[in-house]
């Protein structure tokens, strides 16, 4: 278990479990790698972490089954080495995320604050999931999103112009812009597209466009796109 809060430097590879000291959520552990990051065991399992930071310049492989800290903040490029659950308060991405191998890979992120997609996700290798769980919010603010399966529980805000691309898409809570009138949103979908509740109802889309191939279910009442 962390003791003190760390930073690890250059190509750190973590193949062991790494937890909090006796108390939970006490530890900051900060990633500065010039190379690869690599997560292989469960990171704050038993006693999670008070926060997790990996800086830019290299990137990050998340092969861990579970990744637990109140604070997480990827500024590289992340890999999604194995199906992963992210367990937090706030979960940022202010870079790229994708699986290692194209279609392989499920991401999940239960965040009770605030999850921050600021990079393409799946435009490199496409997730064969992404789920965000019902507590908090998501923030898109990424041009591209691709997963095979695509299921926001929460409420969306869209902080960009998005493209969301899969074969079912569910948006299970409200959407909305950052502002009014300033965000669009593209679903392309070969399957289902599902919109659960209002669009648009706090900040209305300047646009809201779903493409030909397979359908669109809209159970949350109101659309609202200028």
């Known amino acids: 278990g962390l003791m003190n809060d760390w930073d690890f430097a250059y190509k750190p590879l973590v193949t062991g479990a790494l937890n909090a000291d006796l108390v939970a959520a006490n530890r900051a552990l900060t ?5 690869v990051g690599t997560f292989t065991g469960a990171v704050g399992a038993t006693a999670k972490l008070g926060s997790i930071t990996t800086t830019t310049g290299g990137s990050t492989l998340i092969k861990a089954p579970t990744v637990s800290a109140t604070t997480q903040t990827y500024n590289d490029a992340v890999s999604v080495g194995a199906n992963t659950a992210l367990t ?7 870079s790229t995320v994708d699986g290692d191998t194209a279609s392989t890979r499920n991401l999940t992120v239960n965040a009770s604050g605030t999850t ?9 290798k496409k997730l064969l999931g992404l789920t965000t769980d019902s507590s908090g919010t998501t923030t898109i603010s990424a041009s591209a999103v691709q997963a095979t399966t695509a299921t926001f529980n929460d409420p969306v805000t869209l902080g960009a112009n998005a493209t969301v691309t899969g074969t079912t898409v569910n948006f299970a809570n409200t959407v909305d812009g950052d502002a009014a009138d300033a965000r669009t949103l593209t679903v392309t979908a070969s399957g289902n597209t599902t919109f659960g509740a209002v669009v648009g109802g706090t ?3 300047q646009a809201l466009t779903t493409d030909s191939a397979g359908t669109t279910l809209l159970n949350g009442g109101t659309v609202t796109a200028t």
């Open 31 to 35: 990633v500065t790698a010039s190379g």
């Open 88 to 94: 937090g308060a706030n979960v940022t991405f202010n």
């Open 116 to 124: 921050t997609f600021a990079g393409s996700v799946g435009a490199t």
């Open 203 to 205: 900040g209305a889309l």
